[in-house]
């Protein structure tokens, strides 16, 4: 177990602010953590648990501690399952998966973060989420120090969302989560511009590498690498709105692109309204809007935590104002 005292959390946060932790914490097995509960329950001091650092917005120093995983391990069962240490790196994952012959995460290809924070965040993309793959989470209730297994129906996973957020906050320490694969491959790709992409490469029946390849260079095109401009990648949720005001909003922007959630409610992207609001390419000090992605704010150099946060807060307000929506960020601000 590390156990650090006055810690720079600059390389655990992929906007590369730097900050430090009063005492950072990092357990690599069940025992450890254990461990760890015990520590944080005998302690005055607030505490944060992190992953991989992608979808954290570090505001300032930390006077408390800043917990992380580092079980490592990934292992294969019968019938598409897979068990994975939750401070694995989860496009790691996602490459295993494939080369063992288990399928279902190739759209999840070249997400951040770590195993541990997929489970949390509900991450998603080009039509598959999290919630359609995590069979269960092992965890150890630091309350108690125990270990358990929660089961996917008890996350009440939703879109970017699940209990771990918000009811189970700082309640439990992820060690290992399982996913649920199938031995056989079933390409999604009707989300986003997937087909029309591998069109282009003449790939009408893509095989789950040629899948894989197809996201990553997708990504790579509109997201900008955080060891090259620090970002956390997409910030903002997608707003899911009631049909009628989709309604209101398409009698006014026919080109609105969409996603119909159910009956009742359609998904507008994010990154479109930001673009409408003029903002894509923009900057606000040191911090900036992609020039490539609405969604995404960069660091445009020595920026701080609270800077990033000013420009958030600017393109919200213009948001509702054009479009009567509020967006909400998907990153932890700190």
Same mark, same amino acid.
């Given at each position: 177990?590390?156990?650090?005292?006055?810690?720079?959390?600059?390389?655990?946060?992929?906007?590369?602010? +730097?900050?430090?932790?009063?005492?950072?914490?990092?357990?690599?097995? +069940? &025992?450890?953590?254990?461990?760890?509960?015990?520590?944080?329950?005998?302690?005055?001091?607030?505490?944060?648990?992190? &992953?991989?650092?992608?979808?954290? =917005?570090?505001?300032?120093?930390?006077?408390?501690?800043?917990?992380?995983?580092?079980?490592?391990?990934?292992?294969?069962?019968? !019938? &598409?399952?897979?068990?994975?240490?939750?401070? +694995?790196?989860?496009?790691?994952?996602?490459?295993?998966?494939?080369?063992?012959?288990?399928? !279902?995460? +190739?759209?999840?290809?070249?997400?951040?973060?770590?195993?541990?924070?997929?489970?949390?965040?509900?991450?998603?993309?080009?039509?598959?989420?999290?919630?359609?793959?995590?069979?269960?989470? *092992?965890?150890?209730?630091?309350?108690?120090?125990?270990?358990?297994?929660?089961?996917?129906?008890?996350?009440?996973?939703?879109?970017?969302?699940?209990?771990?957020?918000?009811? *189970?906050?700082?309640?439990?320490?992820?060690?290992?989560?399982? #996913?649920?694969?199938?031995?056989?491959?079933?390409?999604?790709?009707? #989300?986003?511009?997937?087909?029309?992409?591998?069109?282009?490469?003449?790939?009408?029946?893509?095989?789950?590498?040629?899948?894989?390849?197809?996201?990553?260079?997708?990504?790579?095109?509109?997201?900008?690498?955080?060891?090259?401009?620090?970002?956390?990648?997409?910030?903002?949720?997608?707003?899911?709105?009631?049909?009628?005001? #989709?309604?209101? =909003?398409?009698?006014?922007?026919?080109?609105?692109?969409?996603?119909?959630?159910?009956?009742?409610?359609?998904?507008?992207?994010?990154? *479109?309204?930001?673009?409408?609001?003029? *903002?894509?390419?923009?900057?606000?000090?040191?911090?900036?809007?992609?020039?490539?992605?609405?969604?995404?704010?960069?660091?445009?150099?020595?920026?701080?935590?609270?800077?990033?946060?000013?420009?958030?807060?600017?393109?919200?307000?213009?948001?509702?104002?054009?479009?009567?929506?509020?967006?909400?960020?998907?990153?932890?601000?700190?």
């Amino acid at each position: 177990m590390r156990d650090l005292r006055d810690y720079s959390l600059k390389r655990h946060n992929t906007f590369g602010i +730097e900050a430090r932790c009063r005492r950072f914490l990092e357990f690599s097995d +069940e &025992g450890e953590a254990v461990e760890v509960a015990r520590i944080l329950r005998e302690s005055s001091l607030p505490f944060i648990i992190i &992953g991989g650092g992608s979808n954290l =917005l570090l505001t300032g120093d930390y006077d408390g501690i800043v917990v992380r995983s580092a079980i490592r391990g990934c292992r294969f069962e019968d !019938g &598409g399952r897979m068990v994975c240490g939750s401070g +694995e790196t989860f496009d790691d994952m996602v490459a295993a998966s494939i080369e063992a012959g288990y399928y !279902g995460m +190739e759209n999840l290809s070249l997400i951040p973060g770590d195993v541990g924070a997929s489970a949390v965040q509900n991450i998603g993309a080009y039509g598959v989420e999290a919630k359609d793959l995590v069979e269960c989470v *092992w965890a150890v209730e630091i309350a108690t120090g125990e270990p358990c297994v929660i089961d996917n129906d008890a996350c009440e996973y939703a879109y970017r969302q699940s209990r771990f957020k918000h009811d *189970w906050k700082n309640r439990y320490l992820i060690t290992r989560v399982a #996913y649920a694969l199938s031995p056989t491959f079933t390409p999604r790709l009707d #989300y986003g511009n997937v087909r029309a992409e591998l069109q282009k490469q003449g790939i009408t029946s893509p095989t789950a590498r040629q899948l894989r390849q197809t996201i990553i260079d997708i990504r790579n095109a509109k997201l900008p690498d955080p060891q090259v401009t620090g970002n956390a990648g997409s910030f903002f949720m997608n707003p899911v709105v009631p049909r009628r005001k #989709y309604e209101e =909003l398409a009698a006014l922007y026919p080109d609105m692109p969409h996603y119909k959630v159910d009956d009742q409610n359609e998904k507008i992207p994010a990154g *479109w309204m930001i673009d409408q609001c003029g *903002w894509k390419g923009r900057s606000l000090g040191r911090a900036g809007v992609h020039s490539k992605q609405a969604l995404v704010l960069v660091n445009l150099g020595g920026a701080t935590g609270r800077e990033i946060v000013a420009l958030c807060e600017a393109i919200r307000k213009d948001v509702h104002d054009k479009f009567g929506i509020d967006i909400h960020p998907e990153v932890n601000i700190v």
